[in-house]
């Protein structure tokens, strides 16, 4: 294969498979094939607050959420190309805590805005038109407008290279949209309308949906294979 930004690795075909050796990779090489093959991913526009009490927002679809026994979501944050940390990372260092708001479809726009790599000292939140609230358990604030917004505590950094880093969070308070949850805490993923990453400059989204129930050992035995509903 020939992409237009000049990769010219082509693996090894066998059988309709094309398979790749991350070691004779460039990082640049395994990262396409990540993200191109990881999809959708979650988005977390999060927001942080630093030393001068400014705050400061920033989109990563390197995130995910690990467990609930804790609760601990990740974040995979990428140095700046002179290797030193940004803005998201040294504020999560020296605050100890970050919020993860979700990104709807329609925060697309303005989760875009704050991907601009503007000048320090300029605010992404102002730029992209997004109100802030106060955190309940943080001293870091979260986007009025997520549909669903998770105040963390930092739990530990995973040193794991000289590219990025590894954020864990424990998750200490959730903001959601009244409508989007009910007394059960059933939520509802059409009014969340999330939006996730895919290769490149793509997204997703998560209108179309559909239900496929897990299947019991008895069911499986005797072919009993459930159907998929439309959500």
């Given at each position: 294969?020939?992409?237009a ?5 082509t ?5 309709g498979?094309?398979?790749?050796d991350?070691a ?7 990262y396409?094939i990540?993200?191109?093959s990881?999809v959708p ?6 927001t942080?607050?630093g ?8 989109p990563f679809s ?6 609930a026994d804790p609760?601990?979501?990740?974040l995979?944050?990428?140095?700046r190309?002179?290797?030193t940390p940004?803005?998201t ?8 805590c970050f919020?993860v708001?979700?990104?709807?479809d329609?925060l ?5 805005v704050?991907?601009?790599p503007f ?10 038109g997004?109100e802030?609230?106060?955190g309940?358990a943080?001293?870091c604030p979260?986007i009025?407008r ?6 963390c ?7 794991i290279g000289?590219s ?8 200490l308070?959730?903001?959601l949209r009244a409508?989007a ?7 509802d993923p059409?009014?969340?309308?999330a939006?996730?990453r895919m290769?490149?400059h793509?997204?997703?989204g998560?209108r ?9 050992t008895?069911d ?5 294979m ?6």
């Amino acid at each position: 294969m020939s992409p237009a930004d000049g990769t010219t690795c082509t693996g090894t075909i066998s059988a309709g498979t094309r398979s790749f050796d991350f070691a004779a990779l460039s990082p640049r090489e395994r990262y396409k094939i990540l993200i191109g093959s990881v999809v959708p991913r979650p988005i977390a526009l999060v927001t942080t607050i630093g030393t001068d009490g400014r705050a400061n927002a920033a989109p990563f679809s390197f995130f995910n959420c690990l467990s609930a026994d804790p609760a601990i979501v990740a974040l995979g944050i990428e140095f700046r190309a002179d290797g030193t940390p940004k803005d998201t990372g040294r504020n999560i260092r020296d605050t100890g805590c970050f919020t993860v708001n979700i990104v709807s479809d329609a925060l697309v726009e303005a989760m875009n805005v704050c991907a601009t790599p503007f000048a320090p000292g300029v605010d992404e939140l102002a730029e992209a038109g997004l109100e802030i609230r106060p955190g309940h358990a943080v001293a870091c604030p979260w986007i009025a407008r997520a549909p669903a917004a998770l105040e963390c505590r930092l739990h530990s950094f995973l040193e794991i290279g000289n590219s990025r880093e590894i954020v864990l969070g424990e998750v200490l308070h959730a903001h959601l949209r009244a409508d989007a949850v009910d007394e059960r805490l059933h939520i509802d993923p059409a009014v969340i309308d999330a939006v996730g990453r895919m290769g490149g400059h793509g997204y997703a989204g998560t209108r179309q949906r559909f239900d496929l129930p897990t299947m019991s050992t008895s069911d499986h035995i005797a072919g009993q294979m459930p159907n998929r509903r439309n959500g």
